[in-house]
């Protein structure tokens, strides 16, 4: 006897809670899935499978957020894979989608979602039903909400972001006249006082003042630097519509 078939809400209701645990560049797709693999699920219970890429200190969160759903959905027997990190993961999810054997819900980044969603590779959320399990669109800022949406539909859930951490020297800054009387930096309030602030280190260092990480394949950590700070000036990047 094969496990119960999963409807679109037995699915929301069992899934809905693994797309509220934060808010951003990732989200949650519930995939166009079909035929796959021989199921470790017990015919009693329904079977439900979940792509990850999260490893490190977010896996184990992670893991944490999943154990909390198998207790709170003892009839749900969910089957989860971690898989590796960037372009091979995107090429897998993707492949098993356009051949029937897509999980229910998996994880992509938002940049990623105009590839997947246009070519029928994702199911779209009905969002009354996710109303129906606490997951609101105002519950989420509008900008990071807006970007899970295709075509007018919804197709993912934000699920976590990703913070910009500012380090800072504090010998180089208390001789640049940057700190406080307790040794923390001052607060910069604004362009201006950020771009002086940059300028007092030049002085005393005669070396750049800023340096963001360039590491990975894609080096994109100066891109995310430059987009928030241009953001923050109003500015706008021209692209196609639905870019990432």
Not at 12 to 18: C, D
Not at 100 to 113: N, T
Not at 139 to 159: E, K, S, T
Request: proline letters at 8%; charged letters at 20%; glycine letters at 16%.
């Amino acid at each position: 006897m094969p496990p119960p078939p999963i409807t679109r809400r037995r699915l929301l209701g069992g899934a809905a809670g693994l797309g509220t645990a934060g808010l951003g560049a990732a989200g949650l797709g519930a995939t166009a899935a079909g035929c796959a693999a021989p199921s470790s699920v017990s015919p009693d219970r329904t079977r439900l499978r979940y792509w990850h890429l999260f490893g490190g200190g977010d896996g184990v969160n992670m893991r944490a957020m999943l154990d909390r759903f198998a207790r709170e959905h003892p009839r749900i027997g969910m089957e989860t894979a971690q898989l590796e990190w960037g372009s091979p993961y995107y090429t897998k999810l993707g492949m098993a989608g356009a051949g029937g054997r897509a999980p229910e819900v998996a994880v992509l980044h938002l940049a990623r979602l105009p590839g997947f969603a246009p070519g029928r590779l994702l199911d779209p959320f009905d969002l009354g039903l996710l109303a129906e399990h606490g997951v609101r669109p105002a519950d989420f800022p509008r900008n990071i909400w807006r970007r899970g949406a295709a075509g007018g539909r919804q197709y993912a859930v934000p699920l976590d972001t990703h913070p910009m951490v500012l380090y800072y020297h504090t010998g180089i800054c208390e001789k640049a006249g940057l700190l406080d009387a307790d040794g923390t930096l001052r607060p910069l309030r604004g362009t201006g006082e950020f771009t002086r602030a940059l300028r007092a280190v030049t002085r005393v260092t005669k070396k750049p003042a800023l340096v963001a990480e360039t590491l990975g394949s894609d080096a994109i950590g100066p891109w995310r630097i430059f987009a928030t700070c241009y953001a923050q000036r109003l500015g706008v990047v021209d692209g196609e519509a639905g870019g990432g």
